[in-house]
């Protein structure tokens, strides 16, 4: 009898522990409610500037001169190998964490170091974070990525020139608009900015975030990564969406966006054929809502989407310059994006 009942109790508390473990790991996020018709924002778009954005791309892939600790420089690459050794061609970091001290207290700004190993070392990398708290609903985080690395590979040496106009200067000057500009606004939710390193290495930047940051309080991530290039002038892109109901409330969103803004932008609306090539990947591995924004670089045969392919052909090579790059194209999906985020945290003002 007595045995009996221990054995019962042992074979109760295994079964207790299976359930606690099946229930552990995976939070389930339902889709955030997003409403039929944003609530406009005052200015928001009229004070996105052309110039102002084409000229964050031509400073981070060498096109144009910076000013980084009141030096000249020239970013000719943003390696990451090259950017945390201290090469002079490679200051994008500082750089950006610089304009971003511009406009954001610095209670608001992190600096994320992170170890990357390699075959041979450990190094120690960053990846940059922007908090803008929510006013009614801070716990809910709605996040803009974009890695700011670049690398080139068969061609060209990496920590001497990586242009990475494209792939992904185009992202990451849209997140130095975001900083720029929704500091101006209030909303519901908590908007962070993220640039990732370590990108190109296995998304190092995302996987240590994941690491070393909670992620349950993320409603929505839309990472921008390779947008700029349009050699046909369809203004053709492809939303990567994957099959979670929360991140297709996020494209939802973006199409919505791009609909009711009247943006002249088309699209493939990628599913079960979402690729995992970038820095949302890791995201979906641990069940976050979340969303890439591409070009038309996947032939994917959409019905209604994208007629072929139009990716760039100097992905990861020297030539990934903004002469290459379709930049009103590339500032028209980082009008939707901006637009899109700011739906999503829901503006107050
Ligand atoms: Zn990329």
């Given at each position: 009898?007595?045995?009996?009942t221990?054995?019962?109790?042992?074979?109760?508390?295994?079964?207790?522990?299976?359930?606690?473990?099946?229930?552990?790991?995976?939070?389930?996020?339902?889709?955030?409610?997003i409403?039929?018709r944003?609530?406009t924002?005052?200015?928001?778009d009229?004070?996105?500037?052309m110039?102002?954005?084409?000229?964050?791309?031509?400073k981070?892939?060498g096109?144009?001169?910076?000013?980084?600790?009141g030096?000249?420089?020239?970013?000719?690459?943003?390696y990451?190998?090259?950017?945390f050794?201290?090469q002079?061609?490679?200051?994008?970091?500082?750089f950006?964490l610089?304009?971003?001290?511009?406009?954001?207290?610095?209670?608001?700004?992190?600096?994320d170091?992170?170890?990357?190993t390699?075959?041979e070392?450990?190094?120690?990398?960053?990846?940059?974070?922007?908090?803008?708290?929510?006013?009614?609903?801070?716990?809910?985080?709605?996040?803009?990525?974009?890695?700011?690395d670049?690398?080139?590979?068969?061609?060209g040496?990496?920590?001497?020139?990586?242009?990475g106009?494209?792939?992904?200067?185009?992202?990451?000057?849209?997140?130095?608009?975001?900083?720029?500009l929704?500091?101006?606004y209030?909303?519901?939710?908590?908007?962070?900015l993220?640039?990732f390193?370590?990108e190109?290495?296995s998304?190092?930047?995302?996987?240590?975030?994941?690491q070393d940051?909670?992620?349950?309080?993320?409603?929505?991530?839309?990472?921008?990564d390779?947008?700029?290039?349009d050699?046909?002038?369809?203004?053709?892109?492809?939303?990567?969406v994957?099959t979670n109901?929360?991140s297709d409330?996020?494209?939802?969103?973006?199409?919505?966006t791009?609909?009711?803004?009247?943006?002249?932008?088309?699209f493939d609306?990628?599913?079960?054929?979402?690729?995992?090539?970038?820095?949302h990947?890791?995201?979906w591995e641990?069940?976050?809502?979340?969303?890439?924004?591409m070009?038309?670089?996947?032939?994917?045969?959409?019905?209604?989407?994208?007629?072929?392919?139009?990716?760039?052909?100097?992905?990861?090579?020297p030539?990934?310059?903004?002469?290459t790059?379709n930049l009103?194209?590339?500032?028209?999906?980082?009008?939707?994006?901006l637009?899109?985020?700011?739906?999503?945290?829901?503006?107050?003002?």
């Amino acid at each position: 009898m007595r045995t009996n009942t221990r054995k019962f109790l042992l074979v109760l508390f295994i079964l207790l522990l299976a359930q606690l473990a099946c229930n552990l790991p995976v939070r389930q996020i339902g889709p955030i409610s997003i409403p039929g018709r944003a609530p406009t924002l005052p200015d928001l778009d009229s004070r996105l500037q052309m110039e102002n954005y084409s000229a964050w791309v031509r400073k981070l892939s060498g096109a144009e001169p910076v000013q980084v600790g009141g030096q000249p420089a020239l970013i000719t690459t943003r390696y990451s190998y090259a950017m945390f050794t201290g090469q002079e061609n490679a200051r994008a970091f500082d750089f950006v964490l610089e304009q971003v001290r511009q406009w954001i207290p610095e209670d608001q700004i992190e600096v994320d170091e992170y170890p990357y190993t390699d075959a041979e070392h450990t190094y120690t990398w960053k990846n940059l974070i922007v908090t803008l708290p929510g006013k009614s609903l801070p716990d809910e985080v709605v996040v803009l990525s974009a890695h700011l690395d670049s690398i080139v590979v068969r061609e060209g040496n990496a920590l001497e020139a990586a242009p990475g106009a494209d792939d992904n200067a185009v992202g990451s000057a849209a997140l130095l608009e975001a900083a720029r500009l929704l500091p101006q606004y209030r909303f519901e939710r908590t908007i962070r900015l993220i640039w990732f390193t370590g990108e190109e290495s296995s998304s190092a930047g995302s996987r240590a975030y994941i690491q070393d940051h909670p992620i349950n309080n993320i409603v929505a991530l839309i990472n921008l990564d390779m947008f700029g290039y349009d050699s046909t002038g369809d203004r053709c892109f492809e939303l990567h969406v994957g099959t979670n109901p929360a991140s297709d409330a996020i494209g939802q969103a973006f199409v919505q966006t791009i609909q009711q803004d009247g943006l002249n932008l088309h699209f493939d609306y990628l599913t079960g054929q979402a690729t995992d090539r970038s820095d949302h990947a890791p995201f979906w591995e641990v069940n976050t809502p979340a969303i890439l924004v591409m070009e038309n670089f996947f032939d994917d045969g959409i019905p209604g989407g994208c007629a072929g392919v139009d990716g760039t052909p100097f992905y990861h090579r020297p030539g990934d310059t903004s002469e290459t790059i379709n930049l009103p194209f590339a500032f028209d999906i980082t009008r939707a994006a901006l637009a899109t985020v700011a739906r999503l945290a829901g503006p107050l003002d």
